[in-house]
Structure formats: structure tokens, C-alpha cells
């Protein structure tokens, strides 16, 4: 399983950026809970969000419900992250990953918030 995060990059307090994970040599059915999780500088993984498999419910960690949105695209082997209202603290590498605890996770992309 390969995941891939892209859509990263420098963005102003405030601002907004959208996230892309595709999966490769995975079939991205709907039987797959799909993960976001992120790493700051100097600090552990922290999960950030999760979309279920078959009814695509969505659970945020309190630092980024009303901000963040996870969505998922299964025909295109897709999970996405719409992050609004970026904070300095929102700075870090995001991975998505198949658990929540991101021991799967792929090539991460990184988002720093920045004035």
C-alpha cells in the first residue's frame, strides 16, 4: 500500500488549503476507514481526523471540529482534507493513513501557517 499526501504549502493565519491523499497498488474500497494525521516539529503523531468506511461519518479532534472537513472519493482512491481558518498551531507534516494512530501512513505534505 503506497498513500501519498499532496496539496501542502505556506499559508497565512486564516487562510485555507486542501489537502489530496491518493492510494496506489490499493483498491480504495468502501470497507477502509481512512485517517488524517499530522506531526509538528518536535512533537508525536496526533490523529486529526477519520471518515468510516460505509456511511462516510465523519470525527474530528477537538482542536480542528468547525475548521476541518475529511471527505473521501473511493473511485478515485481518494481521501481529502479541507482545512479553513488555519491556525500557526495547524503547522506540521499531514499524512493520511489506514489507522487512526498513522503507523501506515505514506509520504506526508507539509502545511506551515505563517504570517
Known amino acids: 500500500v503506497q498513500l501519498q499526501a499532496s496539496g501542502g504549502g505556506l499559508v497565512r493565519p486564516g487562510g485555507s488549503l486542501r489537502l489530496s491523499c491518493a492510494a496506489s497498488?490499493?483498491?480504495?474500497?468502501?470497507?477502509?476507514?481512512m485517517y488524517w494525521v499530522r506531526q509538528a516539529p518536535g512533537k508525536e503523531i496526533e490523529w486529526v481526523s477519520s471518515?468510516?468506511?460505509?456511511?462516510?461519518?465523519?470525527y474530528y479532534a477537538d482542536s480542528v471540529k468547525g475548521r476541518f472537513i475529511i471527505s473521501r472519493h473511493d473511485a478515485k482512491n481518494s481521501v481529502y482534507l479541507q482545512m479553513n481558518s488555519l491556525k500557526s498551531e495547524d503547522t506540521g507534516v499531514y499524512y493520511c493513513?489506514?489507522?487512526?494512530?498513522?503507523?501506515?501512513r505514506g509520504q506526508g505534505t507539509l502545511v506551515t501557517v505563517s504570517s
Open positions: 471518515i468510516s468506511s460505509d456511511d462516510g461519518v465523519t
Open positions: 497498488e490499493f483498491t480504495f474500497s468502501s470497507l477502509h476507514w
Open positions: 493513513a489506514l489507522d487512526r494512530r498513522g503507523a501506515s
